[in-house]
């Protein structure tokens, strides 16, 4: 191929938790006709990535991928269609055929036409031999399916990148806490669902246990830092540019617990760790994301107490609309 057939963006798995926020701030930033939101079903009307173009695509299917490029003239992809930690431990083989499979399509597709790629990771690369900082460069011996899909994908990415010039970049997302979206079958789930819960209902049952710490994100940050990292020049980034760290903030579920109790004082909740404390106790308590900071100068903008003060507040808010 010549080159992209154009300079608008696809956004794969648009309905998930990530897809819904960077729609949204894509959308503001490029404008709405822009950027055409995919999943595999119909996103509700209610949903933020309805108000602009909209297409049904399976990342498993390669010849819908490039006819979808072709006819909207696609030059960027997001791709966030993925099977996350806790459900792909349930379901294995999905997990790979769509984390691994969809990677793999979506790199063909840019390879062909020319296209940028945004393919994230995430925390869940580590495994229980990393330091408890984890350091960008580090062995990665995942012990989840999820895990392993995502080392695979920052190999392919480096390997798509290295062998076929295709501009791919990543970023290994720690737990993403949002108040737009449910969450989305992860394993830090609990970080989101205890807000609705406290809200709604005073009570929360945490899968996790209370002295569970784990690197955490709000999701503004997480956008921010996605997008950041997709305008930065090439030359800037490094070997890690498949999959770097980047750090938010982190915190125990009792600590998170304490931070809601003082703005609802009569939520309470209970510690029942389930199989998904198995995943938690494999990760690190936090990343190293000093060379973000270097290459492309990641800062965070949002810490425990500022995250749960936006978290309740714009729930109340749309909860009141």
């Known amino acids: ?11 794969t798995g648009a309905s998930g938790q990530i897809g819904t926020d960077l729609v949204s701030e894509l959308r503001k930033v490029h404008g709405r006709e822009n ?23 399976s990342v498993l299917d390669g010849d819908s991928m490039e006819s979808t490029i072709h006819d909207e003239g696609i030059g960027t992809i997001y791709h966030l269609a993925a099977i996350l930690s806790a459900t792909g431990e349930a379901k294995p083989e999905l997990c790979h055929r769509v984390n691994v499979g969809g990677t793999v399509c979506v790199l063909e597709a840019a390879r062909d036409f020319e296209l940028k790629v945004y393919a ?8 229980p031999d990393a330091p408890k900082i984890a350091p960008q460069k580090t062995p990665l011996n995942p012990t989840t399916m999820y895990g392993k899909t995502k080392v695979t994908g920052e190999i392919l990415a480096m390997n798509y990148w290295k062998q076929y010039g295709v501009d791919v970049r990543g970023i290994r997302y720690p737990g993403l806490i949002s108040w737009k979206a449910p969450a989305g079958g992860g394993t830090t789930d609990y970080a989101v669902d205890i807000f609705r819960a406290a809200i709604e209902h005073g009570h929360y049952e945490c899968f996790v246990r209370e002295d569970t710490r784990l690197p955490m994100m709000y999701m503004d940050d997480a956008i921010r830092g996605t997008i950041s990292l997709m305008d930065a020049p090439s030359e800037n980034l490094g070997s890690s540019r498949a999959g770097y760290n980047i750090g938010g903030m982190s915190f125990t579920a009792g600590e998170l617990v304490d931070a809601i109790s003082r ?16 995943y938690a106790d494999s990760w690190p308590d936090d990343v190293d994301d000093s060379v973000a900071r270097e290459d492309w100068g990641w800062k965070p903008k949002f810490g425990l107490e500022e995250m749960v003060d936006e978290m309740i507040n714009r729930l109340r808010e749309a909860q009141s609309s």
């Open 35 to 57: 950027v055409v939101a995919s999943d595999i079903r119909e996103p509700d009307h209610e949903s933020p990535i309805s108000d602009g173009p909209f297409t049904l695509l």
């Open 1 to 11: 191929m010549s080159g992209p057939p154009g300079e608008r963006i696809l956004v």
């Open 263 to 278: 703005r609802i004082p009569d939520f309470t909740c209970d510690f029942v760790p389930d199989i998904r404390q198995s």
């Open 120 to 127: 994230p990771s995430s925390i869940a690369v580590f495994g």
